[in-house]
């Protein structure tokens, strides 16, 4: 049952995004006059992948917390990094964000194109050019009204534990002078584990926490600033997976 179940799951995905693709770039096309930030295809792509975690029957995922108001607020949203499925669970939030994501995603057929055309940014790990062509672009979607997205902790952690963040989002945000928008994510890390691509029955929720402002600061404080966020994350962390542990216990189920 589970492989049958899993040959569905990646048959709808792979079948979604076929099908996404030339959807994704209609709305490009069309709004690309107007829309420069690519608020709308970006959108649609998100709801591409929203869609085929409702046609996963081994995922279950939740969303909570403070959502923003003006979804067109420009914020740095940072995030702790359990799995890929972090991506399909963030993506449920209702605004756009332009994702940072690595230089391999934008290689994959149909995907990479699909990203290229919502305006994610692409970085090359260890090249210090790559990085710094990484964060102009992320400013240029900022100053479009548009949220990135980024992983400080840069990778996922191999044993769960939350690693250390790097400095780059926080030096991000008060640059451009916007707040950063803690996200709390837990149970994807049994959505997919590290080294596999084999989907496993899971529940995962995520969890908006309050902005921070950056206003007063300056790039003296990006490690405080940094410091501070990550207390609050592994903190609100902690918190959620012993409300989702309850939560399972009093519903008998996984």
Known sequence: MAQLLNAWAWTATVLLVIVGTPLV??????????????????????LIGVTSVKLNPLWRFETSGDFIRDPRR?????????????????????????WLSKDTMFK??????????????????????????????????LRKRVSVMIFPEGTR?????????KDGAF???????????????????SCMAKGTF?????RARVKVLPPIETTGLTLD???????????????????LVSEMQDDRRATGSR
Not at 159 to 165: I, N, S
Not at 221 to 239: C, F, G, H, Q
């Open 108 to 141: 994959i057929p149909c995907m990479g194109w699909m990203m290229r055309m919502a305006g994610d940014i692409e970085i090359r790990r260890g090249e210090r050019s790559s990085t710094i062509q990484a964060m102009n672009q992320a400013r240029d979607r």
């Open 221 to 239: 404080d990006i490690a405080a600033l940094r410091d501070k966020t990550r207390t609050i994350i592994s903190e609100a962390r902690k918190v």
């Open 157 to 165: 952690s191999r044993d769960g534990e939350l690693l250390p963040f």
């Open 171 to 189: 030096r991000l945000a008060l640059e451009a002078g916007v707040p950063i928008l803690p996200i709390v994510v837990a149970g994807t890390r």
């Open 198 to 202: 084999r989907f496993q029955r899971s």
């Open 74 to 98: 420009p914020y740095v949203a940072v995030s702790n990094h359990e799995s890929y499925a972090d991506i399909f669970l963030i993506s449920h939030l209702p605004w756009e964000m332009k």
């Open 25 to 46: 770039f209609l709305v490009y096309c069309v709004t690309a006059p107007f829309d420069k930030g690519r608020y709308a295809a970006g959108r649609l792509f998100r």
